[in-house]
């Protein structure tokens, strides 16, 4: 069976995943950021699902991983939340070689356009896992182990009902800011106002950050940049809000 294969069985396509942990005993359940659906796959995209993603990714497994090992070198380590399509995080990544990149990501589509992008620029200091956030981020990384985690314009989930599913809630920053190193940062960046909102005031109620703006939005910082879709959105009059904390020295 092919690599593209196994990942969408892997993956499915209930239109409920929360439904599905709810059938699985011995799973400890939260609320899902995202919803899997059928999606069409390119044939760009499924090469590179069967040909480039096993050089970059890693299985998940609910245990502590050895990302030095993973990567070959010990570097600060970056955690990206749901890349897409992996255009920002080819770009970060070209830009600063002395980093190591985890992104993860759940749509196979977007794993496979991220795998393609790593080839065509010969990057080697990221690598890639398609499971649920919570799970790696609870599971596979130590505490206080991340230089920064990046979270990009996450689903806003916009209609009032949905909110519990976003992802930037107490809980989820409480377990992703014991993972990472005093001195390193938190960036969330989202183009729906009301969401943005919620990230300011979620993160600012965590103790061990502090914001990097006072009390505000943060400028959008230089090594987030500005993708197509943004300056197309910000022609029209969209706004961008960027939030960043740092963890505060133990």
Request: aromatic share 8%.
């Amino acid at each position: 069976m092919r690599i593209a294969d196994l990942l969408k069985k892997a993956a499915g396509t209930s239109a409920d995943p929360a439904a599905q942990d709810e059938a699985k005993p011995g799973i400890a359940s939260h609320i899902r950021s995202f919803v899997r659906r059928r999606g069409h796959i390119t044939e760009a995209q499924r090469a590179a699902l069967d040909e480039l993603v096993p050089r970059y990714a890693l299985e998940y497994r609910p245990q502590v991983a050895n990302f030095a090992k993973d990567f070959g070198r010990e570097a600060p380590l970056i955690l990206e939340i749901g890349f897409g399509m992996g255009e920002t995080t080819a770009k970060i990544a070209g830009d600063r070689p002395h980093d190591n990149f985890l992104g993860v990501e759940v749509f196979q589509a977007g794993v496979g356009a991220l795998a393609k992008r790593l080839d065509a620029a010969g990057l080697q200091n990221v690598r890639i896992i398609q499971h649920d956030a919570v799970e790696v981020v609870r599971d596979m990384i130590a505490p206080a182990s991340l230089a920064g985690v990046h979270v990009y314009f996450p689903d806003p989930w916009p209609k009032k009902r949905h909110h519990k599913r976003r992802l930037i809630q107490p809980p989820f920053v409480t377990l992703l800011t014991s993972r990472i190193a005093p001195g390193g940062y938190l960036h969330c960046a989202t183009d729906w106002e009301h969401y943005a909102d919620q990230m300011l005031e979620v993160l600012s109620a965590e103790s061990s950050l502090e914001n990097t703006a006072g009390s505000g939005f943060a400028e959008r910082p230089g090594w987030r940049p500005q993708t197509k879709f943004e300056t197309r959105g910000l022609r029209l009059g969209h706004g961008v809000w960027d939030v960043l904390f740092r963890k505060k020295p133990a």
